[in-house]
């Protein structure tokens, strides 16, 4: 692998009940490591923003993909996280070799692709991927906490937490809730009886 042009892909959002799922695909300059580079959850969120901002300075190609809200309701969270690495992947400006992802399965990509069972703990490229991802994720559900107040999206980031389920019993769900994830799911069927 050594002098291969690699790429590496991981996604950020499956758990949540609300907010798309996001991925990075970042090729790594060897010139330039990065370092300090982790799994994203190992990480704080001031250490994050300051790897984040490292690694689109000098790696030699990165982008994020996405999947909706709708396009996960309707695929389903697995094949809606390949569709966000593989949006990631193509819109690389500089075409990988090799695609190392995270994970157990390999979205469409045009490369030798291999799939590495928490590989965001021992790859570098797919823990930028990573990093990647979930910054641009979680600034998006801040975001999103200033258009819905109330339900508390800056500090849960869609999760389902207790408070995220109290404001959604209080105050319904948004355009940005996963309809076919619990308790969405269940309080769209409560409500049709």
Not at 38 to 67: C, F, M, P, Q, Y
Request: aromatic share 4%; proline share 4%.
């Amino acid at each position: 692998m050594m002098g291969l042009r690699i790429a590496g892909l991981d996604e950020v959002g499956r758990g949540p009940i609300a907010g798309p799922v996001v991925a990075a695909a970042v090729i790594l300059d060897r010139a330039y490591p990065v370092i300090g580079l982790k799994d994203s959850k190992a990480i704080s969120a001031v250490n994050r923003r300051r790897l984040d901002e490292r690694i689109k300075d000098s790696a030699t190609a990165w982008a994020i993909g996405r999947a909706e809200v709708e396009e996960i309701d309707t695929l389903n969270i697995l094949q809606a996280s390949l569709l966000a690495m593989t949006r990631a992947f193509d819109a690389l400006t500089v075409l990988p070799e090799l695609a190392l992802v995270d994970g157990n399965r390999l979205p469409d990509v045009s490369c030798i692709g291999r799939w590495i069972k928490k590989g965001d703990q021992v790859v570098g490229a797919i823990q930028a991927a990573s990093i990647i991802a979930k910054v641009a994720r979680d600034a998006e559900m801040i975001a999103l906490d200033g258009q819905f107040p109330g339900y508390g999206f800056a500090a849960h980031k869609g999760y389902p937490t207790l408070k995220h389920r109290a404001a959604l019993s209080a105050l319904g769900l948004t355009i940005h809730h996963r309809r076919t994830f619990a308790p969405c799911r269940s309080m769209l069927a409560s409500a049709t009886l």
